[in-house]
């Protein structure tokens, strides 16, 4: 299965990671959940697969397009 | 010295950010007011700063370290000599706490009473309240209801739909909807979890949900001298998830009996707390039947439509009751005439979900001519940050009835441009061109709409 890397929307502090390393997902499961302007935006699986990597932490600030997840 | 020439403070701190900031400091300029500015450290070369005779640096970008801290904003207004502290809305405007540190500093604070914000921070007190005042509430409960059991009982009396609401409630959070007796344990569950996430109360109550009402609000002026008129309604019935996006005054709803009877509403609701200054009375419409929902006891976003159709300076009254001045208009005074609309310009992408926007600014040209506001906290350039409100800029129009105020908008919206981040000048565009709000419907539908909103992508 291709692995897959989820990015960042907007600009954004991470708020909550709710996903761990290793954990099996589905597609459209919530991953992290960032936060910006007052809003809480859930960021969700691409696809059903493992989570390989989190590449950041609970209060980062993330820049758009930034790699957030890498799923295999 | 007659009393256009009375100064009311000599020196007002605005604890607040974007827009509003610069919408209090324009009112202070006219009044011959010093202003104080405070800024975090992302601000500090906002249009607020810079517009503001003084500023003061309170701390770090997020609101946390700067626009919520009280003692900083309390020392802030005694190292710089202001004499009183305007909060806008938002951030610590309704927090009664800092209403009793201004009075533990000597600094008059310009909006209500600690305890009328305590009297209406809590829903369901501020629903016994206003029944014993003879005030309308949609009908429901004034008790806290203890358990599922209870729960599932208070919906068999009250009928279906039933709403479950934390006596915190606000902004949408602490709100479920059960539709049949099935949904009970989970909509009264998630209530009171939410009740107590969001606002450190898990308390809940049940009243009757109504499916589409309207959202009409009454704008209240109230002095220290027992006087309270009311300047009209203002209809705020677009909404996204409690979220409003587009209000106007006056309401298309209500004829001229109404107004008049739900301004008298809007008054016994205020006197029942002894309310000062400024506040706003929201309510529900359905069909004639207009339901208290809460009073924001703070000036409102909304507030300049309630200035184009009136004529009065709702910051400029609040800093003369604020002074112990008594209000200069009777109820009999207040005119209302022709039509306003407001339309938020948020940092958010309407056809990506509302996907907030806190990219820089590029390019940036207000519309401008007859019966045409802008109150905005951004310039050509500025960064828009991701820490605060995604409100970036109001456009008001003002013109003869809501027909031509609708096409003054389109003009505008059409002749307002930002380039950068997403905005929500394109929705307003395609939200206002269709027969729905021509028609003057909610509209509820097409914000539901996801396809219809990604057909907005400008």
Request: overall charge negative; hydrophobic content about 45%.
């Given at each position: 299965m291709s692995s897959c890397v989820i990015t960042a929307d907007t600009p954004a502090t991470v708020w909550k990671v709710l996903a761990g390393e290793g954990d099996t997902v589905s597609d459209g499961d919530t991953l992290m959940i960032l936060?910006?302007?007052?809003?809480?935006?859930?960021?969700?699986?691409?696809?059903?697969?493992?989570?390989?990597?989190?590449?950041?932490?609970?209060?980062?600030?993330?820049?758009?397009?930034?790699?957030?997840?890498?799923?295999? | 010295m007659t009393e256009q020439h009375v100064r009311y403070f000599n020196r007002v701190l605005v604890a607040n950010r974007g827009e509003i900031a610069l919408r209090v400091i324009r009112t202070l300029q006219e009044l011959s007011i010093a202003s104080v500015a405070v800024y975090s450290d992302a601000d500090t070369d906002s249009a607020h700063v810079v517009a503001a005779d003084h500023a003061v640096h309170i701390g770090g970008s997020p609101v946390a370290e700067s626009y919520l801290r009280i003692d900083r904003i309390i020392e802030a207004a005694l190292s710089s000599g202001a004499d009183a502290i305007h909060p806008g809305y938002g951030l610590l405007s309704e927090n009664p706490d800092m209403v009793e540190a201004c009075e533990r500093a000597g600094l008059v604070w310009i909006g209500p009473s600690a305890s009328a914000m305590r009297a209406m921070g809590s829903k369901l007190n501020a629903r016994r309240l206003m029944i014993k005042a003879g005030v309308p509430v949609v009908p429901g409960g004034t008790e806290p209801i203890a358990d599922e059991e209870a729960a599932l009982a208070a919906a068999e009396s009250l009928g279906y739909p039933v709403a479950f609401k934390a006596s915190g409630a606000g902004g949408g959070k602490g709100?479920?909807?059960?539709?049949?007796?099935?949904?009970?344990?989970?909509?009264?569950?998630?209530?009171?979890?939410?009740?107590?996430?969001?606002?450190?109360?898990?308390?809940?109550?049940?009243?009757?949900?109504?499916?589409?009402?309207?959202?009409?609000?009454?704008?209240?002026?109230?002095?220290?001298?027992?006087?309270?008129?009311?300047?009209?309604?203002?209809?705020?019935?677009?909404?996204?998830?409690h979220q409003k996006l587009v209000e106007e005054a006056p309401a298309p709803a209500v004829s001229a009996e109404l107004r008049a009877a739900i301004g008298e509403i809007a008054i016994a609701a205020a006197r029942s707390t002894g309310y000062v200054s400024a506040g706003t009375i929201e309510g529900l419409l359905d069909g004639d039947q207009f339901y208290f929902l809460e009073m924001n006891t703070r000036i409102q976003v909304e507030h300049p439509v309630t200035e184009m159709i009136t004529g009065v300076d709702i910051v400029a009254e609040q800093l003369r009751i604020a002074a112990g001045h008594p209000l200069t208009l009777a109820q009999e005074a207040v005119r209302l005439s022709g039509h306003a609309i407001e339309c938020r310009i948020n940092a958010e992408n309407a056809a990506k979900n509302f996907l907030p926007s806190p990219v820089r600014i590029g390019d940036y040209r207000e519309p401008s001519g007859e019966g045409v506001r802008v109150d905005s906290g951004v310039r050509a350039g500025d960064a828009v940050h991701q820490w605060y409100d995604p409100l970036i800029a109001k456009l008001v129009v003002w013109a003869e009835d809501r027909d031509a105020a609708t096409d003054r908008m389109l003009a505008a919206l059409r002749d307002f441009t930002i380039s950068g981040p997403a905005t929500l000048l394109p929705f307003h565009a395609a939200l206002l061109s269709t027969d729905q709000w021509r028609r003057g419907e909610t509209c509820a539908d097409l914000l539901a709409d996801r396809a219809w909103l990604r057909s907005t992508a400008g």
């Open positions: 936060e910006a302007m007052k809003m809480e935006i859930p960021v969700e699986a691409e696809q059903d697969g493992v989570v390989a990597r989190i590449l950041v932490a609970e209060g980062d600030l993330v820049e758009m397009d930034q790699r957030l997840v890498e799923l295999v | 709100f479920r909807v059960a539709h049949h007796a099935s949904d009970v344990p989970a909509a009264f569950t998630g209530a009171a979890g939410e009740g107590e996430r969001f606002f450190g109360d898990p308390t809940v109550y049940a009243e009757r949900y109504l499916a589409n009402p309207r959202h009409v609000e009454v704008q209240i002026l109230a002095d220290q001298h027992g006087s309270v008129i009311h300047l009209h309604e203002r209809d705020c019935s677009v909404q996204r998830r």
